[in-house]
């Protein structure tokens, strides 16, 4: 089984730190793999522990993206492919999903793509799907299972209050929700190979697109600010007296912000 | 502080972070509810390929180097947790008979501690000697193809774990020799090895340190590891080695300890401000900053003279004594920044600080490596 993981490289939240105004400080900030497009990895690892075969693993993004495909190879993915090119500067989903699209079509031969559901920087949850639509593959989203069988693969959806099993056949398109599974830790021998391995570069002018779908320029979606909303500072106010007399102020506060 | 690491060595204190955060989690839930290693604890240093770091791939290690091995020390060091004693030991054991020991002793005895089926275990000290081979009491007496070994060891890490140790004894075919202390390898459970139950340590929560005792137990003499009479400086190396790995991870454990204080010391307010910035508090958390980056400098330094084959037996017993007051101090200062929740077993720097206390007893006393390191440093002049 062939299976292609598109991966996001984005900055590390949890050491995120903020400046006197409440704005994010950018500078020095380590990078990661998207943690959903971890638990894609662990599932394209998963399968090929079970059925064989061989990963790919492709990220677009800047020349420092070759970290976190490094930490792909270590897992345990067999080849790495990114693609980098300043005209993909800027690209929403769309261009986005343009961009990886072309290079799985370009690699060829598959029997899976695998997506996070979303990045954590982002929180769209389209790029997975627009590349389905791109390369008119049957899309299984929000994954909770991966099971195949033969030809075709059974999917557990995560729907929110209810769970669908969905069957496609392959090639298909899925993308892993943090439920899926628990991602490996790279091992250290492997880790050592995967630099040793060579990741291949790809541009604009390896892909065989329309320059004017790549990037910026590509890009139907517009940014216009980013920030942060105001914080609301709430106080604490306790309600003295026995259980019924505090229950009758709340009930009294509730009613005075027209919250009953 | 930048170490000019390359990116495979950030690669490497990454997937160690990750390491921790994903089984040292794990591990430690369940020490803490059966005080003991889970039994499955090798397999999963295995499964990551951490065991046998410095062992060439032939013998079932990954060939890497001592000073990504520290690089994960220094991680584990941080949370504090148990489960670095048995990564410790099965990685210098491991290494140990493979610099060493024959062929075939490298490969019976290897594999299996790299593989995760066999702990390791190191056996010097006795109930009358730490440090003074002429002090031991176990005793070997040849007997044919074998040798027959009798005796008591004391605090022994993972004695009472099925694998192999290296046990040294005094060597009844040597008497007369200058020096007669011998190292064998012996599978801790063969006939007549009987041990006591875990000894309460005032840190390292968990561990299964205890006395491990010989009655008639015999060892074919293949097992002998390098020369016959040459035991001590076998352990002398080992535990130079030893030393540097735990100086690594107490650097972790300051390290995490100062991380801790740095939030605390943000979070609790006192007079409207912040205690961090309250100078008293602020020279204390610039004094331990100092001295924990200072430390990893020297542990990086003899790391990479063990890496570069070069003698570091020395700077390792320079490191002991740099490092371990050091420690000590640091986590002393976690804990009095913290007030009464550092005295308390819910916040991490308690036992952190409980951890740092081995630092000066164990892999060798802090005053046998004053004496090392003096006695070199006078011999040099």
Known sequence: ?260 | MDFNLSPFEKMVQKTAKDFCEKEVTKIDAYMAEHKDYPPDLLQRFAKARLLGMDVPKEFGGIGSTNFNLILFAEELGKTGSTCMLPFFMNNSVAETICHWGTEEVKKKFVPPMCDGSAWASMAFTEPGTGSDPKALTMVAEPDGDDFILNGTKRFISMANKPGYGIFFAKDLSMQGAKTDTTAFIVDKFSPGITCSGHYELMGLDGADTCDIFFKDVRVPKANILGEQGKGFKILLRWIAGERIQQAAALVGGAQGALEEAARYSKERVVSGFPLGFMQGFTWMLAEMKTKVDASRLMVYNAILLQDQKKPFEVPSAELKVFVVPMVQEVCRMAVQIHGSYGYSKEYKVEKLFRNAMHGGIVASSLEINKTIAGMAYLAGR
């Open chain 1, 1 to 260: 089984m062939n299976i292609i993981v598109c991966i996001k490289q984005v900055p590390d939240v949890t050491e995120v730190k903020w400046d006197e105004n409440g704005s994010l400080i950018r500078t020095g900030l380590p990078s990661i793999i998207n943690p959903n497009d971890k638990h894609a990895l662990e599932a394209a690892l998963a399968l090929k522990d079970v059925h064989g075969g061989t990963i790919t693993v492709i990220s677009m993004g800047p020349p420092q993206v070759e970290e976190s495909l490094r930490e792909a190879l270590g897992m345990g993915c067999d080849r790495a492919i990114l693609l980098t090119d300043r005209k993909f500067g800027g690209a929403d989903c769309w261009a986005t999903a343009y961009t990886l699209g072309l290079a799985i079509r370009k690699i060829g031969s598959f029997d899976m793509v695998i997506t996070g559901v979303e990045a954590m920087d982002g929180n769209t949850a389209q790029v997975g799907p627009e590349i389905a639509d791109f390369l008119k593959l049957p899309l299984c989203s929000y994954a909770l299972d991966i099971r195949c069988e033969g030809d075709k693969v059974f999917v557990l959806q995560n729907m929110g209050d209810m769970v669908r099993e969905l069957e496609a056949p392959l090639p298909c398109l899925i993308t892993a929700e943090k439920e899926l599974n628990e991602p490996r830790v790279a091992p250290m021998d492997m880790l050592m190979e995967a630099y040793a391995k060579e990741i291949e570069i790809w541009g604009m002018d390896v892909l065989d697109g329309d320059p004017a779908n790549f990037g910026l320029k590509g890009s139907p979606t517009r940014l216009r600010k980013v920030f942060s909303p105001k914080r609301i500072k709430g106080k604490v106010e306790i309600l003295e007296g026995d259980p019924a007399e505090s229950a009758r102020k709340l009930v009294e506060k509730f009613k005075e912000h027209n919250f009953i």
